[in-house]
């Protein structure tokens, strides 16, 4: 007999975090997460996410034993500000059961009925800087630490259950050496002449700290027009300012400014950590941390995590001035594949920035809706 019961203690919340690791053991392409961090996402005194929205976490159980999860979201910013009446999940993970898989669906439904919603859909985080999507194409490539990686069957049940396709994205890669810089060394040159702009490199954490909050301005004004977005708010930022900006390499995080210093564009790339957390293990002690400081330090392949762009400088050439200096910077380190986040397929103004890499589409991914 199958049962779902909510999670509400720490030790429910590590089997609730833990269960992947037993779903996906032996996997050579699953990437764990570290389990502290993830953890700590659905703690409600510290993540910031929760001052906006709303979560109940469940468990699917089988003669005591794990066999599903799900969370069950209600952002609050997305239904009384932007009026979508969207009930989201995700975490959303379990065995070739039917039962299971519907069980779990079953009690996000009710919540989403509950407080009048009109549909539910996912895989889907928080926000925009949480994972998204269930991956339907690409089962043999390894997973990134900033995606959901699933096994096939999971598309047959979200089908069976009278899901339908809502938001489809792609997850692109290409060689760093098709990146030829005479593509867009003259068109900085020129771009920087014309627009008064320059091209901003750090080499040290602190220096990028007064920048953060302008930066994540920029990032929600420059995706405010995409159907899935949802602002970063100002508790949002101090959170991801403190978490995450120390851990990224300076030398890959890029911006472009006027001469007044202000900020026009940003990029945020991240050195592949799929290899170390797959050593790790979810653990950062006793040797997690050491694979994360050495991919830091030394992973060939890199993950371009963010680009944004001032409205009023899009289709101006701007990324010309940031691929230039990804250029020197890349070609310094040695290099040799770039790997992009997923991109919603309808959006064709990131297929144009990367037309002239020779990308690859090596993974498809969807969110799933029906209507409640």
């Known amino acids: 007999m199958i049962t779902v019961q909510e999670v509400h203690s720490k030790e429910d919340f590590k089997r609730f975090v833990k269960f992947p690791f037993s779903l996906y053991k032996g996997s050579k392409y699953w990437v764990p997460p570290i389990i502290n961090d993830e953890l700590?996402?659905?703690?409600?005194?510290?993540?910031?996410?929760f001052q906006s929205a709303e979560a109940n976490f469940f468990l699917a159980l089988q003669d005591g034993k794990v066999v599903g999860r799900v969370a069950a979201i209600?952002?609050?910013i997305e239904i009384n500000e932007q009026?979508?009446?969207?009930?989201?999940?995700?975490?959303?993970?379990?065995?070739?059961d039917i039962e299971v898989s519907k069980l779990l669906l079953e009690k996000v439904a009710e919540i989403g009925r509950e407080n009048g919603l009109q549909y539910m859909e996912g895989p889907v985080g928080f926000s925009?800087?949480?994972?998204?999507?269930v991956l339907t194409e690409g089962f043999d490539h390894i997973g990134t630490m900033i995606t959901w990686y699933n096994h096939p069957y999971y598309v047959k049940h979200y089908e069976a259950h009278g899901f339908v396709k809502e938001k489809e994205y792609l997850e692109n890669k290409f060689l760093f050496e098709a990146a030829d810089p005479k593509i867009f060394y003259k068109a900085n040159l020129l771009i920087k002449k014309r627009y008064g702009l320059r091209a901003l490199n750090f080499t040290k954490s602190s220096e990028i700290m007064p920048w953060v909050d302008k930066m994540f301005d920029l990032f929600n004004e420059s995706y405010a027009q995409l159907s899935s977005f949802v602002k970063i708010t100002d508790v949002q930022k101090e959170y991801f300012k403190k978490k995450y900006i120390n851990f990224i390499?300076?030398?890959?995080?890029?911006?472009?400014?006027?001469?007044?210093?202000e900020l026009v564009s940003f990029s945020i790339v991240m050195p592949s950590f799929s290899k170390a957390l797959q050593k790790a293990k979810g653990k950062i002690f006793p040797f997690g941390l050491f694979h994360?400081?050495?991919a830091r330090r030394s992973s060939k392949d890199v993950i371009f995590y963010l680009i944004g762009i001032h409205p009023s400088y899009q289709n101006k050439g701007v990324t010309a001035i940031?691929?230039?200096?990804y250029y020197s910077t890349f070609r310094q380190k040695g290099i040799v594949n770039c790997i992009r986040t997923p991109e919603l397929s309808d959006n064709t103004a990131i297929r144009q920035l990367w037309k002239h890499f020779d990308p690859v589409t090596h993974k498809k991914r969807r969110t799933y809706r029906k209507t409640l």
Do not use: C, Q
């Open 40 to 49: 700590e996402t659905f703690d409600r005194e510290k993540n910031p996410a």
């Open 74 to 76: 209600i952002n609050h």
């Open 83 to 96: 009026k979508i009446s969207k009930m989201r999940f995700g975490w959303f993970d379990f065995v070739d």
């Open 128 to 133: 925009n800087l949480d994972k998204v999507g």
């Open 249 to 261: 390499n300076p030398e890959y995080i890029k911006f472009v400014v006027t001469e007044d210093n």
């Open 292 to 294: 994360l400081l050495k």
């Open 322 to 325: 940031i691929f230039n200096e």
